[in-house]
């Protein structure tokens, strides 16, 4: 074998390597660019979304308890991301694997429907939240977690960036989000941001609880909320 | 209160009691296969399952189905697609297994 030929085997491991550590965070193209490209049938949004709502409701709000995240108000962009990166492998949810699959949501343009119907529904007034009240001191030392170490990502009020597939998070159910901050430090979530992985290392379990207990206060502006905790979906009657 | 006027009422009360019961047990049911989310996967009416490898569950055993659940839950029984199902388990009572088993039983297959 000569050398050349060995360089171009070793490259193509390289490349390999590369590609599969990116493909854990983002893969960029594909149908991710199409689906955010296409223009949303909101009509057709409805109708793909029913298979969506056994689990999140009808509203998007997920359930209080934390096993079903508010899909209501999250951009586009990460909504996208995250039902591409489960219908792929990317990241495992065993539960919500086969309603991402093609056969069930469908194609880009599916896709790209229902993300545009999911980000307009106004948000539930009543999420999940930790137990510490503004003015404790876990409060206080979780506020001022996030300002040091989530606050350039994710914003002031937890708003996320849509350019960049970094999630809202305000509003979220506590128990939700403590389970994929635990999953997203152990490794356990593939396709977390190594940016993230490396900032919150060194977060114990306390800190943990103290930084999503602040983010699960957030206040959500009023204008994306419900009129109440009471509102019903009247797209399903 | 005469007696012939006694006699509707009793049978009206005893109509309430025995059906009470029932009906709300089977309304409970009908419930918790929503609320639960096992409509998601095994379909609104327990026979028109979300994926071809998911069971239809209509019409199927009552003990048998709640021993599945049971187990599903407890992680005894693991194979299969039960990692799908596991993820939603801890949201179910024994109680509710009971209910929820009783119901699909009452299913037309």
Redesign the interface.
């Known amino acids: 074998m000569n050398t050349k030929l060995h360089i171009s085997i070793a490259a193509i491991f390289l490349g390999l390597a590369f590609s599969t550590a990116s493909m854990a965070w983002l893969e960029k193209g594909g149908e991710r660019d199409e689906a955010l490209g296409l223009t949303p049938d909101l009509e057709n949004g409805v109708d793909v979304y029913e298979v969506c709502a056994a689990c999140h409701l009808t509203e998007g709000w997920g359930t209080k308890e934390g096993t079903f995240p508010q899909l209501a108000g999250q951009l586009k962009g990460v909504l996208v991301k995250q039902l591409a990166d489960i219908r792929e492998g990317n990241r495992d949810n065993p539960t919500m694997y086969p309603f991402a699959l093609p056969e069930s949501i469908g194609d880009a343009q599916a896709l790209a429907d229902v993300v545009a119907y999911i980000e307009k529904l106004p948000m539930n007034p009543d999420n999940g939240k930790g137990e510490w009240a503004a003015g404790t001191a876990e409060f206080e030392q979780g506020k001022k977690l996030y300002q040091d170490n989530c606050v350039k990502c994710h914003g002031e009020q937890g708003e996320g960036n849509l350019k960049e597939f970094y999630p809202l998070i305000q509003g979220q159910h506590y128990n939700y989000m403590l389970r994929q901050f635990e999953w997203i430090r152990d490794g356990k979530r593939r396709n977390a941001n190594p940016d993230m992985v490396e900032q919150i290392k060194s977060f114990t379990d306390k800190d943990m609880q103290m930084v999503i207990n602040y983010v699960s206060r957030i206040p959500v502006p009023k204008e994306k909320l419900a009129p109440s905790k009471d509102w019903l979906n009247p797209d399903f009657d | 209160m005469t007696q012939s006027k006694l006699i509707p009422l009793l049978s009206a009360a005893a109509l309430l009691l025995a059906s009470s019961p029932l009906s709300a047990m089977a309304a409970d049911g009908a419930t918790l296969y929503k609320t639960k989310?096992c409509?998601?996967?095994h379909g609104k009416d327990g026979k028109t399952p979300?994926?071809p490898n998911?069971p239809k569950v209509a019409g199927q055993n009552s003990a048998y189905a709640l021993q599945q659940m049971k187990d599903i839950k407890s992680g005894a029984r693991n194979n299969g697609?039960t990692?799908?199902?596991?993820?939603?388990m801890?949201?179910v009572t024994d109680e509710e297994m009971q209910v929820l088993s009783d119901y699909l039983a009452t299913l037309t297959p």
């Open positions: 989310t409509s998601a996967c979300l994926m998911y697609q990692a799908s199902m596991k993820g939603v801890h949201l």
